[in-house]
C-alpha cells in the first residue's frame, strides 16, 4: 500500500510541474513586449523548439501516467488472486497478513508470491496437525450407538455429619426421633449423569439426561410399603434418581421425567443433603415421580414474559401407605393408589419469568395439583394442591426464593408428615376410620452470592398436617411418622469453591419434630461436604 501511495504523489507532482512549465511558457511566450520582440528579432525558430519540448515533457508524462496506472492494475489483480489463494486454503486472512503485507510492498515480484505460497503452505500444515489431534479425541470420546453426542457428569461427594441427637436417617435427617446421637460420614450421596443431544425431529432439537447416586436401600428385609423416589424394595445401592427425554422448540418444551412436581419448580441449596433434598419433608415437595410435561413461553427466548405449563404425573404413595389391609392376607396389585384409580394426575402452572440478560431467570407461579386415589382399604380420595413459587434477584448479590403449598394428602409429593391419610380399624364394624388430612407448607431461603467462588445460604421450611383431624387417630404406641404432625426445619451452610471443579461447605441444621399428643423431638446437625465435579 505504501507503494501505491507514493506512486499516486510522484504521478501527482509530475502533473502539477507540467503544467506549470507550460503555464510559464505560455505565458512568456504571448506577453505583447515578448511578441513584439520576437516579430522583430528573428528569433521564431527557438519558440518552436521549446513548443515541441513542452510537448515531448507533456507525452512522456502521459506515458508515465498510464505506465503507473497498468501497474497499478497488475497488483490489484496479483492481491485478488492471493486472497482467492487463501479462501480455497481455508486459512484465516488474519493470519496471514505478513505474507500480504509483503505482497504489498512488492507487488509484482515473483519472490514475494513465492513467501506468500510459502506461509499458506505453512499453514496448511499446521492445520493438518489440528486435524489430527481433533481425530485423536473423536477416537478417545463416549461413544454411543446413535453416534450421537454423550457426556458424562456427576460430583463425587464426601458428606461427614454430627448429629446432637437420633434422627431417621443419620447422614441425610429429615425427622428428629429422639435418643442419643451419632457421628459419621459416607460418600454414598455421590451423583452419576448422562447428558445427551441427539437428532432434529419436526424442527427441535432432542436430548436426554440421566442422574443416579449410591443410596439405594440395604435393609435386610424389604420394607412394607415401596416409595418412588424415597426409598426403594431392592438392595442394590444404585438408585435411580431423575431423568428426562424430549424435544425443545424456540419457544416451546415437551419431555417425559422422573423429578420433582412440577409445581415445585425450586429447591434449596445445599452440598450435604443430596440423596434426600434439603428441607425435605419440612415444606420441600420434592418428590421423584414420572410426569409427561408440556411448557409453552408466550414471549421471545430470552426476553421477559408469560410461560405455561401443564402435566401429567403418576404421583407415588406415602411411605406409611399401607400395600393391603393389616388383617387382610391378599396379594399385593404392584400398583400404587394412584395408578389404581385408572386416571392420571394432572398439573398446571402459569409464571412470569424474566429475561435471561435482565435478571437471571427471576419468577414468580401460581400452580395447581390433582390426582385420584384407589386404596387396599376399601376406600379413595382426592389429593389436591395449591401453589405459590417465587424466586427473586435482589441488589448486591441477593436472591430470595420459596414454595408455598396448601392441600391434602400430599404424602405421595413429599409433604403431609409422610402420610396423605389416617386411619384406625373399627371395632365394631370391622371396617376402619379413615381420612385423607389437610396440609399446608412452604420453605423460603436467602442467598448472598458473594462472588463465583463463595455464596452463603439461610433457609428455613414447615409442613403442617391438620392437628384437628390427626388428634382423631393417635396411636399410642405409634412411631414417631403415624403421629407426626409437624415438621420444621431451620438451615445455614456456606459453599466455597476454591476452583471450577471442586466444592467446600460447611453447614448447621436444627430439626424439630412434633407429634400430636407427645414432646417434640430435635436435633442439632452440623455437616461438613467436600465435592469434586466432574
Not at 510492498?105 to 496448511?124: I, P, Q, T, Y
Not at 476452583?499 to 430435635?522: N, Q, W
Request: hydrophobic share 40%.
Amino acid at each position: 500500500m505504501k507503494m501505491f501511495s507514493d506512486s499516486l504523489r510522484w504521478n501527482s507532482c509530475l502533473r502539477h510541474c507540467a503544467s506549470c512549465l507550460a503555464a510559464v511558457l505560455l505565458a512568456s511566450s504571448l506577453s505583447p513586449s515578448s511578441c513584439l520582440a520576437r516579430a522583430q528579432a528573428p528569433k521564431q525558430p527557438n519558440l518552436v523548439e521549446r513548443i515541441q519540448q513542452l510537448t515531448d515533457a507533456m507525452t512522456r508524462t502521459q506515458t508515465q501516467l498510464e505506465t503507473s496506472q497498468r501497474e497499478l492494475q497488475e497488483m490489484r489483480r496479483q492481491l485478488g488472486g492471493l486472497r482467492l489463494l487463501i479462501v480455497q486454503g481455508g486459512i484465516p486472512v488474519a493470519a496471514t497478513s505478513v505474507p500480504v503485507q509483503a505482497a504489498h510492498a512488492s507487488a509484482g515480484s515473483s519472490s514475494e508470491l513465492a513467501n506468500a505460497d510459502s506461509a499458506v503452505e505453512e499453514l496448511r500444515e499446521h492445520q493438518e496437525v489440528q486435524d489430527s489431534q481433533i481425530a485423536t479425541l473423536e477416537q478417545t470420546k463416549v461413544e454411543t450407538d446413535s453416534k450421537y453426542p454423550l457426556k458424562v457428569t456427576g460430583m463425587l461427594l464426601l458428606n461427614a455429619f454430627k448429629n446432637s441427637s437420633s434422627v431417621d436417617n443419620a447422614a441425610s435427617p429429615s425427622v428428629a426421633t429422639g435418643g442419643a446421637g451419632s457421628l459419621g460420614a459416607s460418600v454414598r450421596q455421590t451423583i452419576l449423569g448422562f447428558d445427551a443431544h441427539g437428532p432434529h425431529i419436526f424442527g427441535a432439537t432432542s436430548f436426554a439426561d440421566l442422574r443416579v447416586d449410591f443410596y439405594g436401600n440395604q435393609a435386610a428385609s424389604a420394607p412394607t410399603a415401596s416409595y418412588t423416589g424415597y426409598d426403594n424394595t431392592n438392595f442394590a445401592l444404585l438408585r435411580l434418581r431423575t431423568a428426562h427425554a424430549g424435544l425443545l422448540w424456540e419457544r416451546t418444551q415437551a419431555y417425559f421425567a422422573l423429578d420433582r412436581p412440577m409445581i415445585s419448580p425450586d429447591t434449596p441449596t445445599s452440598l450435604t443433603a443430596s440423596a434426600v433434598p434439603a428441607l425435605a419433608w419440612s415444606g420441600n415437595l420434592w418428590t421423584w415421580n414420572p410426569q409427561a410435561v408440556i411448557t409453552q413461553k408466550l414471549s421471545r427466548p430470552g426476553s421477559a414474559g408469560v410461560e405455561l405449563q401443564a402435566a401429567l404425573i403418576d404421583a407415588g404413595d406415602a411411605p406409611l401407605t399401607p400395600v393391603v389391609p393389616p388383617t387382610s392376607t391378599a396379594t399385593p396389585t404392584g400398583l400404587n393408589s394412584a395408578e389404581q384409580s385408572s386416571r392420571p394426575g394432572v398439573e398446571a402452572r402459569i409464571a412470569w419469568d424474566g429475561s435471561d440478560r435482565a435478571d437471571g431467570h427471576s419468577h414468580i407461579g401460581a400452580g395447581g395439583y390433582f390426582a385420584r386415589h384407589d386404596i387396599s382399604l376399601g376406600r379413595n380420595y382426592d389429593s389436591w394442591a395449591g401453589t405459590l413459587d417465587a424466586r427473586f434477584r435482589l441488589v448486591a448479590g441477593l436472591e430470595l426464593s420459596g414454595n408455598f403449598y396448601r392441600g391434602m394428602a400430599l404424602g405421595g409429593l413429599g409433604g403431609g408428615g409422610y402420610k396423605d391419610f389416617a386411619y384406625l380399624p373399627n371395632p365394631i364394624t370391622g371396617g376402619y376410620f379413615f381420612r385423607p388430612l389437610d396440609d399446608v407448607g412452604g420453605w423460603a431461603q436467602l442467598k448472598e452470592k458473594v462472588n463465583e467462588r463463595l455464596e452463603f445460604n439461610a433457609s428455613y421450611g414447615m409442613d403442617d398436617v391438620s392437628a384437628r383431624e390427626l388428634k382423631r387417630y393417635y396411636v399410642s404406641d405409634g412411631s414417631i411418622f403415624q403421629n407426626l404432625a409437624r415438621n420444621r426445619t431451620y438451615a445455614g451452610n456456606v459453599i466455597f469453591s476454591p476452583s471450577a471443579y471442586l466444592l467446600l461447605s460447611l453447614e448447621y441444621r436444627h430439626l424439630e419434630s412434633i407429634p400430636i399428643e407427645d414432646s417434640s423431638d430435635s436435633s442439632n446437625i452440623i455437616g461438613l461436604g467436600a465435592g469434586y465435579r466432574f
